[in-house]
């Protein structure tokens, strides 16, 4: 089958900017180029397009979306824009590949801590309406949207996938866990640019990975996804808590604002089935992604990071250079689980290849505006049950 060539637009040149480029370096079988960066700072872009040889700065996405070449906008920007962003891309019929998560609530003229101030039904609701324009506005286009959540790639995951799929076989009870010493970011630690701290920016990769199992779960046994039905939730401001601040001396970020830095959420299926799901930024020892699935036929633990395919020892952090162990670690000496190929282990290429073959060929990718909206309703439904304590019901949303 031939494919069309993929013209890739960047938006955005910071962190997940970063990894992305690297990544479409590695998509295979197809004619992929990256031809420009458009950011908020053009200092910024200018120098992210040298470090990566590209050929084309654009003064805005305007100009970008103008150019006739580019048939796919990377969206690498924070929240708050994923909603304006995305609408004027599929308005301008170009393609989609957006990083998590879809939209949230990010206020409507309030005061700056509208985390403290908005009611979470609110939020539900406004989350809600804005993910629901989205999704209109890429129908409306007819283009492919790709939502780039990397848990669903992930090679231990997709083998999960196949594992589960070998015999008559439920998915019983999920425990999944993201967490690390705090984020990269400093606008995800106000509600206002990030629509929500550690729960929806770390707690959508697995719950993403869980939907996206349950799904084809149903799609084996029932011909349709498996979809979740309820969630309860807690979640806390750690960080907070008197006799961490009175420490001198912190591994682990602070100055959130109004976003929260750990949350636990429970999700109910509508086969009644389960998943338990832990997310955090102020965890140390380096980022911890992980999912177990129990089900009636196999056990299945899912480590992607981190994990013991490679050990190394140095008494000394010096020792070591400027050699990159994993992420998020506070220090290199002694033992560690080096991570060989942290990109391949998250999923990162396995993602990219399947939103280029999905744009060249035509299809959905794996990860599509469905597991998106999903995802989004479950953690705002989370939201509004840590806030009333109550266990909510996610039917009439999903």
């Not at 020892?285 to 089900?295: A, F, M, P, Q």
Request: glycine residues 8%; proline residues 4%; aromatic residues 8%.
């Amino acid at each position: 089958m031939s494919s069309k060539p993929i013209v890739i637009g960047m938006v955005g040149c910071r962190f997940a900017a970063s990894f992305h480029l690297e990544n479409y370096r590695l998509v295979h079988g197809l004619d992929v180029r990256v031809k420009g960066v458009t950011s908020k700072s053009g200092e910024s872009a200018t120098t992210f397009a040298k470090m990566h040889g590209l050929e084309k700065v654009y003064d805005s996405v305007e100009e970008m979306l103008g150019d006739p070449e580019i048939n796919l906008v990377d969206l690498c920007v924070p929240n708050y824009l994923h909603h304006p962003l995305t609408i004027q891309v599929a308005e301008a019929g170009k393609n989609i590949i957006l990083e998590k998560p879809l939209s949230g609530y990010f206020g409507e003229g309030e005061k700056e801590l509208i985390g403290k101030e908005t009611s979470r039904k609110k939020m539900l609701e406004g989350a809600i309406a804005s993910a629901d324009e989205m999704g209109e506005a890429v129908r409306e286009s007819g283009i492919r949207f790709c939502y780039a959540e990397n848990w669903v790639y992930a090679p231990s995951v997709q083998k999960a996938n196949h594992i589960l799929s070998q015999s008559d076989n439920t998915i019983l009870r999920f425990v999944g866990e993201e967490s690390h010493s705090g984020t990269h970011s400093e606008y995800a630690k106000l509600w206002r640019t990030s629509g929500g701290g550690s729960l929806i920016n770390k707690g959508c990769h697995p719950l993403g990975a869980v939907l996206y199992l349950k799904y084809n779960e149903g799609r084996r046994k029932i011909g349709k996804p498996i979809r979740p039905k309820s969630v309860t939730a807690e979640v806390a401001h750690l960080t907070e808590v008197k006799s961490f601040v009175k420490e001198e001396e912190k591994y682990i970020k602070t100055g959130w604002q109004d976003c929260e830095d750990w949350a636990s959420m429970m999700i109910t299926f509508e086969d009644d089935t389960v998943a338990q799901i832990t997310a955090s930024d102020m965890v140390l020892g380096g980022i911890h992604n992980v999912l177990t699935v129990y089900s009636s036929k196999a056990v299945v633990q899912c480590n992607m990071n981190p994990n013991s395919s490679m050990l190394t020892y140095a008494p000394r952090d010096k020792f070591l250079g400027d050699e990159y162990i994993r992420e998020k670690l506070e220090t290199r000496a002694g033992w560690q689980l080096t991570n060989p190929d942290e990109d391949w282990m998250n999923g990162f290429p396995h993602e990219l290849q399947d939103f280029c073959e999905a744009i060249a060929y035509d299809r959905e990718p794996k990860s599509t505006m469905e597991l998106a909206r999903d995802v989004l309703v479950v953690c705002y439904g989370a939201y509004l049950a840590a806030e009333q304590g109550t266990r909510v019901d996610l039917t009439r949303w999903i």
